[in-house]
């Protein structure tokens, strides 16, 4: 499967739209982890982020896939800018190509709902918590051993991204009913 | 800049003159030094000698009257002397109304560039080597920021680049768009032809594409989610 059917079927699963620049991408992220789909992820801002899918996102709104809205808040965020999200809604013809994907690609499509449906049942997270729970596990499996909580917010300095404890613990709850992480 | 240089017709074929003309240099020509030139190998003496090379030896080596006549001593030719290839065709995602075909024909895989390269051969009686069909797109500004924005700091306060800059602003949307385009060594009597012939490129071009689409074998590709799209 090439990166542009899974970003189709992927808003598919997530009923026809996600609301969400940072969302769409860590739904990817641990959507690709828990169906095994090989995705290049990698350290950004916001944690975890795929150029391949950032550039698939394109790719469709460019053919018409998929329509990109501009939800502005009109409130004002740290940096002086109104704060903005960027919804993605498959489009007619978005819709179209999305149900013949589904036809021919039912093993991987079925994996993606499940995936989906794992992250639902374990919390469903707002974008901000799933962010966070995307750089803990990330920071996890590239040191590729048990880490403390103190452990993983020193390591996430290392990146630029701020974990506050609070937050840490309730995504660590998140992660844990994924399976993907183990308290000890 | 994007549009004057990066997406301006002449340095499209240009670039892709000289990616086939290298190309063929070493499949079609079997030119050994061109082959070792740019078959990175992971030794010092590779790099060496790539090191020695810069784009002026590299078009007069090519030229010289010691490489054999060939595809690539061809193309440099051309460019030496800008007999350009012609841009016969530049279809938009507009241009295919079906979303099944339109996502064929802009995933545009190796195989099927290479199917249409040869049909529009045999359709105008060109040699195959010389027609070139490239999917063309850029990134928009807006694209290239990511999940984060460019800020760029006003004196009202911070703005996000993409709406600061006037230029970026207007040209945004239309960047934004990709296109299929082929080039192939046609000439033209006149301004008339010209605009005829270009006419009847685009839409005997267009049955061409959409009759490839038609024919799932020519989509087939092995890639992987992630597979570097």
Redesign the interface.
């Known amino acids: 499967m090439n990166t542009t059917d899974f970003v189709i079927l992927l808003v598919e699963a997530a009923g026809g739209s996600i609301q969400g620049r940072t969302v769409l991408q860590k739904r990817a992220f641990f959507v690709s982890v828990l169906s095994d789909l090989k995705l290049d992820f990698r350290a950004h801002y916001y944690g975890p982020f795929s150029p391949s899918i950032d550039a698939a996102v394109s790719q469709l709104k460019s053919l018409g896939f998929i329509d990109e809205r501009t939800i502005g808040f009109g409130s004002i965020g740290t940096l002086g800018l109104e704060v903005k999200r960027y919804d993605y809604v498959l489009t007619d013809d978005g819709q179209k190509i999305a149900g013949s994907l589904k036809k021919r690609k039912k093993e991987e499509y079925g994996k993606i709902v499940n995936s989906l449906k794992r992250i639902e049942k374990a919390g469903n997270p707002n974008y901000s918590e799933l962010s966070i729970a995307a750089k803990a596990f990330f920071i996890l499996t590239q040191k590729a051993k048990p880490m403390a909580r103190t452990e993983i917010m020193r390591e996430a300095q290392s990146f630029d991204w701020r974990i506050d404890d609070s937050s840490l613990q309730r995504t660590v709850s998140f992660l844990e009913k994924l399976g993907l992480v183990n308290k000890s | 800049m994007t549009t004057q240089v990066y997406r301006h017709r002449v340095r499209l074929i240009t670039d892709a003159m000289i990616v086939r003309g290298i190309s063929l240099g070493i499949e079609s020509d079997k030119i050994d030094w061109l082959k070792d030139l740019y078959s990175y190998d992971g030794s010092e003496q590779y790099i060496f000698n790539y090191l020695t090379w810069d784009d002026e030896r590299l078009t007069t080596r090519l030229l010289d009257r010691d490489t054999p006549d060939g595809y690539a001593k061809g193309f440099f030719k051309r460019l030496a002397e800008r007999r350009l290839l012609k841009r016969i065709f530049s279809g938009r995602?507009?241009d295919f109304k079906d979303?099944?075909i339109?996502?064929r024909v802009?995933?545009a895989s190796d195989t099927f560039l290479k199917a249409l390269e040869e049909q529009v051969a045999n359709k105008y009686s060109f040699d195959k080597n010389l027609v070139i069909a490239q999917p063309v797109?850029l990134?928009?500004v807006r694209?290239q920021t990511?999940?984060?924005?460019i800020?760029v700091l006003h004196p009202d306060?911070?703005?996000?680049f993409h709406e600061e800059s006037a230029l970026f602003r207007s040209i945004d949307e239309a960047i934004?768009?990709?296109y299929l385009e082929v080039y192939a060594p046609v000439e033209y009597a006149d301004e008339k032809q010209k605009k005829r012939k270009r006419r009847e490129f685009h839409s005997e071009i267009i049955l061409l594409i959409e009759g490839l689409a038609g024919e799932s074998n020519v989509f087939q590709?092995g890639?992987?989610?992630?597979?570097?799209?």
């Open positions: 995602p507009t979303p099944e339109r996502k802009f995933e797109s990134k928009s694209a990511s999940e984060g924005e800020i306060g911070a703005r996000p934004r768009e990709q590709s890639e992987s989610a992630g597979g570097g799209e």
